[in-house]
């Protein structure tokens, strides 16, 4: 065979060899990528998806930090975990902003991802805790012709994002993610409807008593004590009759802004009906349940409502106290959380009876 014919074939069976393991390679990243897009789309809650999008990711691309920057000037994704019984401060690695400007130089006007050297002056904030990072990657996470936050990569590897790096993939990435996230905001949004009450923005009474289900079964692990307070507007008709029902409807977002100010993140407050509210206090004896109560019918009491813009009145409350310690061998917590509803039920009726802005613990 002749030399150069030879030499040609040996030429063609090399190239075959780096097409065959460059395709080998490409069908693996494939394949990485298609389970790491899968994470991201089987996340059926917000908290589950911020979780993979920082812990998942990290793990799977092998890098040393990963964070998520969210716009939300509202607070609304805040809330939305707060809702979850998730606080904001559980998930360091999701970074909450009022505004993308200021944060990062690179987030100003971030259409395409931006990979670069890490500079510890830009970089800093978006990377909390992360240390001996040498080169990152800020993915843009689009909706509808903005930018709502971004996705960061950070490795201590100075040569693993570099400007010469193709970035079609994470552009990519950073697409299904902001859509996932938008679709996790939304389907959070709709739980939350179902359980929230509209005026307050507490939660409401079938939440109420599925939290209080669940918080007896934890307490009778932990051989805990569960209260339970029943608040009351005091002559709350005639505010409506007096003053019309937006006026009302002040005095009860006013009163629900005052009890914020008094209660534990851990406790749950909710519009148990009309002018009624209840909060459920885990971890919470009778005698503890019975101080806070009194401080929060002093900070209502202490301040006249504006129920108008020319109306001011003073707003009185009472209050009942029931708690319950299960018993490590009670089977019917259904039938406990009722019994604790109703005895702080009764006891607010009683301080009723007593003649009103006063606090009374069930017997």
């Known amino acids: ?20 393991v460059q395709a080998e390679r490409n069908e693996s990243i494939l394949k990485r990528t298609l389970v790491r897009e899968l994470s991201l789309l089987r996340a059926d809650s917000l908290q589950q998806l911020l979780r993979a999008m920082v812990s998942d990711l990290r793990e799977s691309y092998a890098l040393d930090a990963v964070s998520v920057v969210l716009l939300d000037p509202q607070h609304e994704v805040r809330h939305l975990l707060l809702s979850g ?42 990377f909390a805790g992360a240390t001996g990072l040498k080169s990152v990657a800020l993915l843009p996470l689009p909706r509808k012709e903005r930018v709502i936050g971004a996705l960061c ?37 709709l ?61 009860l977002k006013e009163i629900a802004h005052r009890v914020e100010t008094q209660i534990r993140s851990m406790d749950t407050a909710a519009r148990f009906g009309g002018d ?19 401080r929060i019918r002093e900070v209502i009491a202490a301040v006249p409502f504006a129920l108008t813009p020319q109306v001011e009145r003073r707003v009185t409350v009472s209050v009942g106290v029931a708690a319950v310690q299960p018993g490590r061998h009670e089977t019917d917590l259904k039938a406990l959380a009722d019994r604790l509803l109703a005895d702080a039920d009764a006891a607010l009726y009683r301080a009723k009876a007593l003649g009103r802005d006063r606090v009374q613990v069930g017997s």
């Open 85 to 126: 019984n998730d606080r904001p401060d559980e998930f360091r690695q999701v970074v909450f902003v009022d505004s993308l400007i200021g944060l990062a130089p690179q987030l100003a006007g971030l259409h395409r991802p931006w990979l670069g050297p890490f500079i510890g002056a830009d970089h800093q904030l978006m």
């Open 191 to 251: 739980l939350r409807a179902g359980i929230t009450d509209f005026l307050t923005g507490w939660h409401n009474r079938r939440y109420l008593q599925q939290r209080l289900k669940e918080e007896l079964a934890r307490a009778q692990r932990r051989g805990g004590a569960v209260s339970c307070l029943m608040i009351d507007i005091d002559r709350f008709k005639s505010i409506n009759d007096g003053h019309g029902h937006l006026a009302g409807d002040v005095a």
């Open 276 to 294: 009624e509210f209840a909060i459920l206090l885990p971890d919470a004896a009778a005698e503890d349940a019975a101080k806070l109560a009194e």
């Open 1 to 20: 065979m002749d030399p150069d014919a030879q030499a040609q074939i040996q030429e063609l069976k090399r190239r075959l060899e780096e097409l065959t």
């Open 153 to 189: 990569f950070g490795s201590s590897d100075a040569e693993r994002f570099t400007r010469h790096h193709g970035s079609d993939f994470l552009q990519h990435l950073g697409a299904l993610a902001a859509v996932c996230l938008e679709n996790a905001v939304n389907r959070t949004r």
